[in-house]
């Protein structure tokens, strides 16, 4: 059995399970709804406080699709009710950020701004050098703070450029001398 995929995920006080035909998931909490079709393959059932699935054989597609399932529908839970979050970090000289209504304005070494419009869902938010992207629906965060990123990825010789606040650059040494 697949180690993630036998797990139970436990369903919270104040969230609700729905799964109707062709296996599409929705799950309501305090902090939203998000639903899902999942793999019509995959059995999902709710027992008692838990949700369970399980695979129909052990072929090698149907034990990835096993673990899969279970951490979508896992991710949803946690979204509901705790939230996503991503954290970015602006470094190097001028480069910085603003947010203006649901518009992101960066400032990254270019001859003009880069706007960026908040996606349906999620909201951003700038402190100093650092811009905090929240959502309950962690692909959609993950993917926005992807794009945000990919404006300037942070360059190896001085590290400038946007980066993930848990991410190591690994860093190059410059030019040497003459000899």
């Known amino acids: 059995?697949?180690?993630?995929?036998?797990?139970?995920?436990?369903?919270?006080?104040?969230?609700?399970?729905?799964?109707?035909e062709n296996n599409k998931v929705t799950v309501k909490g305090p902090k939203g709804t998000l639903s899902r079709v999942l793999a019509p393959q995959m059995e999902i059932k709710i027992e008692g406080t838990e949700i369970v699935v399980n695979r129909p054989n052990d072929l090698k597609q149907m034990k990835s699709l096993h673990g899969l399932t279970?951490?979508?529908?896992?991710?949803?839970?946690v979204g509901v009710t705790q939230g996503y979050e991503k954290v970015l970090e602006i470094n190097g000289v001028g480069y910085r950020a603003a947010k203006e209504g649901k518009k992101l304005n960066l400032t990254l070494g270019y001859?003009?701004?880069?706007?960026?419009?908040?996606?349906?869902?999620l909201e951003s938010s700038v402190d100093?050098?650092?811009?905090?992207i929240k959502g309950i629906d962690k692909e959609k965060v993950g993917q926005y703070a992807a794009e945000i990123r990919s404006k300037r990825g942070p360059e190896p010789y001085k590290g400038k450029g946007i980066k993930y606040a848990d991410e190591v650059i690994r860093r190059k040494a410059g030019k040497t001398g003459k000899k």
């Open 128 to 132: 100093q050098n650092r811009i905090i």
């Open 111 to 121: 001859s003009h701004p880069v706007i960026m419009e908040d996606p349906e869902g």
């Open 70 to 77: 279970r951490t979508l529908i896992n991710n949803m839970v």
């Open 1 to 20: 059995m697949s180690r993630i995929g036998k797990m139970p995920i436990a369903i919270p006080a104040g969230v609700t399970v729905d799964i109707a």
